[in-house]
């Protein structure tokens, strides 16, 4: 049987999930499972990705509901979706979409509700519903515990409750000893911090190297 996973972490999260539902046998029926790359839905997928970055947000939104129709399993382009709709202020269908990766299952793994999790929050950040987004962040902590992203904002709530100003959308305010070391120069996180994903992960780096990093990158690499 030949099903296609993005990386590694989707196929074993699959494998894995019908092997602890003890249905081996009703999916795969004897048969041997291949992993197969995933090619056309990705693309799909990383020009949305540029388009949001691009801030081309309508064509954003047509790229992933192509992958979707190619891929409707597959919550990455329901995430992606919700942010450009959040960076549209349609901040009630960002939230819908994030609403609806609640529970893990056969393509939805535990790092993808907490992600589903994390969104939730950022939308309510920008809704200044803090509160609720305070209560979303240590929701997805108990599903991803210690992901800077959620410990980042949490520390950008009690910011901005100290009467500290808000930032735009796209950054999140570090703290001292919550961002920790940027991965890519070493230096501790103290100001404004980029969330980017590396392996499969999404990490926290300072501002500087960001904007280093997308200034040396090729065309072609800005595809990994």
């Known amino acids: 049987m030949n099903i296609k996973f993005w990386d590694k972490s989707e196929f074993l999260h699959f494998v894995t999930y019908i092997m602890d539902k003890d249905e081996t046998d009703k999916i795969l029926s004897g048969k041997k499972l291949n992993w197969i790359g995933s090619a056309y839905p990705r693309a799909c997928f990383h020009l949305g990705f540029l388009k949001v970055a691009a801030k081309e947000y309508g064509e954003a939104l047509a790229f992933l509901d192509r992958g979707v129709a190619l891929e409707p399993s597959n919550p990455n382009f329901k995430f992606e979706k919700a942010v450009?709709?959040?960076?549209?202020?349609?901040?009630?269908?960002?939230?819908?979409?994030?609403?609806?990766?609640?529970?893990?299952?056969?393509?939805?793994?535990?790092?993808?509700?907490?992600?589903?999790?994390?969104?939730?929050?950022?939308?309510?950040?920008?809704?200044?519903?803090?509160?609720?987004?305070?209560?979303?962040?240590?929701?997805?902590?108990?599903?991803?515990?210690?992901?800077?992203?959620?410990?980042?904002?949490?520390?950008?709530?009690?910011?901005?409750?100290?009467?500290?100003?808000s930032t735009s959308a796209?950054?999140?305010?570090?703290?001292?000893?919550?961002?920790?070391?940027?991965?890519?120069?070493?230096?501790?996180?103290?100001?404004?911090?980029?969330?980017?994903?590396?392996?499969?992960?999404?990490?926290?780096?300072c501002k500087t190297c960001q904007m280093t990093d997308f200034k040396l990158k090729k065309w072609w690499e800005v595809w990994k």
């Open 84 to 165: 450009a709709l959040t960076h549209m202020r349609r901040f009630d269908e960002a939230l819908r979409l994030y609403d609806s990766v609640t529970k893990v299952g056969l393509h939805v793994s535990p790092v993808n509700v907490a992600r589903a999790l994390r969104g939730r929050g950022w939308v309510l950040v920008e809704m200044s519903q803090l509160d609720r987004a305070e209560a979303i962040f240590k929701e997805s902590l108990k599903h991803e515990s210690g992901n800077k992203a959620a410990i980042n904002e949490l520390a950008y709530i009690a910011h901005l409750r100290s009467g500290g100003r």
């Open 170 to 205: 796209e950054l999140i305010v570090g703290a001292p000893n919550s961002a920790g070391k940027c991965p890519s120069c070493g230096l501790d996180i103290t100001g404004e911090s980029h969330i980017e994903e590396r392996n499969g992960k999404s990490v926290l780096i």
